[in-house]
């Protein structure tokens, strides 16, 4: 049973310009919420997506988008990138039915380089 | 407000036990979790805790909760080298839908042989 994919898993760009980062949920969940994890701290929530919408987002600027495809894989988009959105991005994915006691199931991250 | 607090840093040696602590704000957390991170990895769930347990024990983890002071512990009974790593408290608050996870910025966890 495949956990969380996310691609790519290293990223490098350049200040201004645009990244898309990519989320496969665990077979079975159907929410993917994305949190920033800056280096020497813990991982911030971003947003979440069920039902292709977003539900709950974080303190972050509009220049984080997102979206949810109907097969529930997600995709994250930065706009005019700034050196301080370095970071690793890790997708997480949960069933939505009910809350699970199991917590979310985290990918591996995508870590970006700005320069 | 929301916050999690650690402690940054915690050494132990291969054999003994370690005590991991945190503190959290929210009182309508359900869920509180402890999470791992090995350098360059994603987050591992180790354990979680309901809000209405004051203990758990799962092999060599135990975590306490004591509600009234908002205080998280994980302890790791006959810590090995592989146990070295980052540990994430996190509290998982009622809000919305799923509730967003609030984490700490985790404690480094080293283990001399």
């Known amino acids: 049973d495949a956990g969380v994919t996310q691609s790519p898993t290293h990223l490098i760009k350049t200040r201004g310009q645009q990244v898309t980062l990519r989320c496969s949920p665990k077979?079975?969940?159907?929410?993917v919420s994305w949190y920033q994890q800056a280096l020497g701290q813990g991982p911030q929530f971003i947003f979440q997506y069920y039902e292709e919408e977003e539900r709950q987002r974080g303190n972050f600027p509009d220049r984080f988008s997102g979206h949810q495809f109907p097969n529930y894989s997600s995709e994250l988009n930065v706009n005019a990138l700034l050196l301080g959105d370095s970071a690793l991005y890790l997708c997480a994915s949960s069933p939505h039915q009910r809350p699970t006691r199991n917590g979310y199931t985290f990918g591996s991250g995508t870590r970006l380089t700005v320069v | 407000g929301e916050d999690v607090e650690q402690s940054l840093f915690l050494s132990v040696r291969e054999g003994d036990s370690s005590v991991i602590n945190c503190t959290y704000t929210?009182?309508?957390?359900?869920?509180l979790y402890w999470y791992k991170q090995e350098p360059g990895a994603g987050l591992q769930l180790l354990t979680y805790?309901?809000?209405?347990?004051d203990m758990k024990q799962d092999q060599r983890l135990t975590v306490l909760l004591n509600k009234k002071d908002k205080h998280l512990s994980l302890r790791i009974a006959d810590t090995q080298t592989g146990d070295s790593a980052i540990y994430f408290c996190?509290?998982?608050?009622?809000?919305?839908?799923?509730?967003?996870?609030?984490f700490g910025k985790g404690t480094k966890l080293s283990v001399k042989p």
């Open positions: 077979s079975g969940h159907d929410t």
């Open positions: 996190a509290e998982r608050l009622n809000g919305g839908s799923q509730g967003n996870l609030i």
């Open positions: 805790i309901f809000s209405n347990m």
């Open positions: 929210d009182s309508s957390s359900t869920y």
